[in-house]
């Protein structure tokens, strides 16, 4: 398409926000990394805070999350997102500050720093984008991971009683009274992409009340990690995906 | 809770850690996270009683890792940040310090060395000065290293520390040990908010429009352009070797042996090097003050007249490889250490240098 093309008498009703830079998402088709990012930076945009937003970018995919979103940010080490975040906000308790990280980042190696950050009720918003796989090293089993699920380190399916259950650490947090919503969202169909806005949109409003952590998850397909074309993808994660990770609210403000 | 006036210059009685605390304080640190380990406890135990009525503030983290991620979070937008740990604690933060060093981010760390290797002995040791100057981390980077050696110079070494670390843009590292940690004594304490401070340019405290973001890294994945971030590093690196080399010397100009030695060991040197003048063996010390940059051209200077080098460690011979190097071949360098927590006594030391100056004497008769 060319890029000057002129649609003249057309009111616009939708573009890419400007706290988007210009640079081509490099995910793989089907991946929904990229839906997540234009979520939050829409959200940003709408609420007019990208001149006050700090955001922390993981180890993983979207390691390169700061080349997407035109806003300031931090490259932090594999799992320790959150460590980095707590010391943006603590010392600028007037911004507002995200993390953005995958399953391995957050729920493997960064356990200890997800759970307690959560557990201070640190007041800043966690985007954990669950894929059940380790996408960018090339599709290891994650924390995540499903039962029986073929990845390149568990070629005959993940054997719980050797490899450990699915980690659902959206619901372990939940449990931590520093968590003042937590919520399990999906990218993969326009309803899903709807209300996982919905749930970003939450998750930087309740930052202005101080009251403590916003947790979202966003269930995500992997189809490079899956070995599977992106539309079987989204049937994969329909039907073996959401079972585990059931989708919905999980803690609301003012109902504990 | 009410908030104290600024603290004048004042002499106190301190424990080297309370020292070291106050005097971050007076340098006006922003932010302190840390996890508790001995024996350097009381410097987040005295934060956490002075900074809520003073300035900053002070987060017992879940972890050293957790906090020295802590650390390159509130040093990237914009704060003067302080860590402390001891040896195993340390340990963890490698990791963090390699991205720290990377990213060029400003911060003061402090090691109160113990006793190692593993969970060791809570003596103090010196058994980290490989870790603290060659790197420690993965990568090709350095840290700057002060070593003190008395009460005052764990507060004074604060103040040129936030002062190095914000000039150079990385990380300085305070070593000192177990014994310098915890024993009192006199010091000077500077005036609080005495250190000027300004809110760096390329910090992350929200993008205004006319610039585009900021963006703290380590990931440059085009192996030119890492080349580049090393080439500055190792610039940096240079200039500091050149103009930032400190140390301290004790009657080494008429010496026939130079004994070089740092942090608690230079204390117990000092006083071999007296023991040894009143039984007419002409001693001196050295006392490097900055263990990286070394100070190497001085060294290699006292070279030239020294009959012969004694260095003296905490530990199996670490810092004896520099002073090796530096002295290149020209005259002979022993080592005496102890390890393992064992503080070596003047005597010891004194003994090994009649040794060695018999040795001497008989090999040029
Ligand atoms: C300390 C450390 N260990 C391992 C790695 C290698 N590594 C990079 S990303 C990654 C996993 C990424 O998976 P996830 O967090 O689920 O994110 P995704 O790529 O799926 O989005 C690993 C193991 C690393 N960079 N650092």
């Known amino acids: ?256 | 809770m009410t908030k104290e006036p600024l603290k004048p210059r004042e002499v106190k009685l301190m424990k080297g850690n309370e020292a070291l605390a106050e005097a971050a304080i007076r340098a006006g640190m922003d932010a302190y996270f840390g996890y508790p380990i001995t024996p350097q406890s009381e410097v987040l135990e005295y934060l956490t009683i002075e900074v809520p009525k003073r300035s900053g503030l002070v987060l017992q983290a879940e972890s050293e890792v957790a906090a020295i991620n802590m650390i390159y979070g509130a040093s990237g937008a914009g704060g003067r940040v302080m860590t402390s740990s001891s040896s195993p604690g340390i340990s963890l933060m490698q990791e963090g310090l390699s991205y720290i060093a990377s990213a060029e981010l400003p911060c003061l760390v402090v090691n109160v060395n113990r006793g190692g290797p593993g969970l060791g002995t809570i003596q103090p040791s010196q058994g980290d000065y490989f870790q603290s100057t060659k790197g420690g981390g993965h990568g090709d980077y350095r840290l700057i290293v002060l070593a003190p050696a008395s009460v005052q110079e764990m507060a004074d070494f604060v103040f040129d520390g936030f002062v190095l670390a914000e000039k150079y843009r990385g990380p300085v590292l305070i070593l000192a040990d177990g014994a310098l940690g915890q024993m009192m004594e006199k010091v000077d304490l500077k005036a609080e908010g005495s250190l000027p401070k300004t809110v760096p340019s390329w910090a992350t405290r929200g993008r205004s429009k006319d610039r585009d973001p900021n963006i703290i890294t380590s990931l440059f994945i085009q192996p030119e352009k890492m080349e580049q971030i090393n080439m500055r590093l190792q610039a940096k690196y240079k200039i500091i070797a050149e103009k930032e080399v400190r140390y301290e010397e004790y009657h080494t100009d008429d010496a026939d042996y130079i004994l070089v030695a740092y942090g608690l060991s230079a204390r117990i040197v000092r006083k071999t090097v007296d023991l040894a003048r009143e039984k007419g063996i002409k001693a001196g010390l050295l006392r490097p003050q900055t263990l990286f940059p070394f100070p190497s051209v001085r060294i290699a200077e006292l070279a030239k007249h020294a009959k012969a080098f004694l260095d003296v460690e905490m530990n199996a011979g670490q810092m004896v490889e520099d002073v090796r190097l530096a002295v290149n071949g020209k005259t002979e360098v022993f080592f005496k250490g102890r390890m393992g927590g064992i503080i070596p006594s003047p005597e010891e030391i004194l003994e090994e240098l009649e040794r060695i100056d018999e040795k001497i004497v008989a090999y040029q008769e």
């Not at chain 1, 391995?104 to 307690?116: K, N, S």
């Not at chain 1, 937590?182 to 409003?205: D, G, L, S, Y």
């Not at chain 1, 009340?209 to 397909?221: D, P, Y």
Request: charged share 20%.
């Open chain 1, 1 to 256: 398409m060319e890029d000057n093309l002129v649609l003249e008498g057309l009111e616009v009703v939708y573009h890419k926000p400007d706290t988007l830079t210009e640079a081509p998402f490099h995910y793989c088709p089907g991946c929904g990394h990229g839906v997540a990012h234009r979520l939050i930076m829409e959200v940003v945009e709408e609420m007019g805070i990208e001149e006050q937003t700090i955001g922390i970018a993981p180890v993983g995919c979207s390691v390169f999350a700061y080349h997407y979103m035109k806003i300031d940010m931090q490259e932090a080490a594999h799992g320790r997102a959150c460590a980095v975040a707590t010391g943006v906000k603590r010392l600028l308790p007037e911004k507002y500050v995200f993390t953005y990280q995958g399953d391995g980042d957050l729920a493997a190696i960064g356990t200890a720093e997800t759970i307690h950050t959560v557990n201070r009720g640190e007041n800043l918003a966690i985007f954990f984008i669950n894929n059940a796989i380790y996408g960018m090293t090339g599709g290891q089993m994650a924390p995540t991971s499903l039962c029986h699920q073929v990845t390149s380190t568990s070629p005959y399916g993940r054997e719980e009683k050797a490899m450990g259950f699915p980690l659902k650490m959206t619901e372990l947090v939940a449990h931590l009274p520093g968590a003042y919503y937590v919520t399990r969202q999906a990218v993969h169909t326009p309803n899903a992409v709807r209300k996982c806005k919905k749930a970003i949109r939450n998750a930087f409003e309740y930052q202005k009340e101080n009251k403590g952590t916003c947790f979202v998850e966003i269930v995500s397909n992997c189809p490079s990690g899956w070995r599977l074309t992106p539309l079987d993808s989204q049937k994969w994660l329909e039907e073996n995906m959401l079972p585990m990770y059931k989708l919905g609210d999980i803690k609301l403000p003012g109902k504990d």
